[in-house]
C-alpha cells in the first residue's frame, strides 16, 4: 500500500514546479530571491505540515512571510545598536509596540473594519 496523501515535502516541491515558467521570467537576482524564498518556506516543512490547511500554499507563503519578518527583526536590532552607538537617531517602530487587533464579540464587524469607503 502505498500513501494516499503527500507529504508536505512532496507538495512543496509540486508547488516549486508550478512557478517554474514564472521563475524563468525573472531576471537573475529576482530568481535567487525566489529561490530564497522557497528554501525559507523549507525550513518551516513540520510547521506546513502540522498545520495541514486546505489550500497548501498558504503554509508556503505564511512560511516566507515568517522568515522575512524574522529579517525585518533582525535588522531593526542592528539599527538599534547602532544607534546606541552614537551611529544616528534613526528608530524603527516595532509592531510590538502597536496594540493587536481584537476580535470582535458579536457586533456588526465594523469594529475592526478599516477598509476606505467609495
Not at 6 to 35: C, H, N, Y
Not at 53 to 75: C, D, G, K, T
Request: with cysteine; proline share 5%; glycine share 8%.
Amino acid at each position: 500500500m502505498g500513501r494516499t496523501v503527500p507529504t508536505f515535502t512532496m507538495v512543496l516541491q509540486q508547488e516549486i514546479e508550478s512557478w517554474g515558467k514564472f521563475r524563468r521570467g525573472l531576471r537573475k537576482e529576482d530568481q535567487e530571491a525566489l529561490d530564497d524564498l522557497f528554501r525559507a518556506a523549507r525550513l518551516q516543512l513540520a510547521s506546513a505540515a502540522y498545520a495541514a490547511r486546505p489550500i497548501p500554499f498558504e503554509s508556503v507563503i505564511m512560511s516566507m512571510v515568517l522568515m522575512q519578518h524574522r529579517a525585518i527583526l533582525q535588522l531593526q536590532q542592528t539599527i538599534a545598536s547602532h544607534a546606541g552607538q552614537g551611529c544616528g537617531q534613526y528608530t524603527v517602530p516595532l509592531l510590538s509596540q502597536i496594540p493587536p487587533i481584537q476580535a470582535d464579540e458579536g457586533g456588526d464587524g465594523s469594529a475592526n473594519d478599516h477598509r476606505m469607503a467609495v
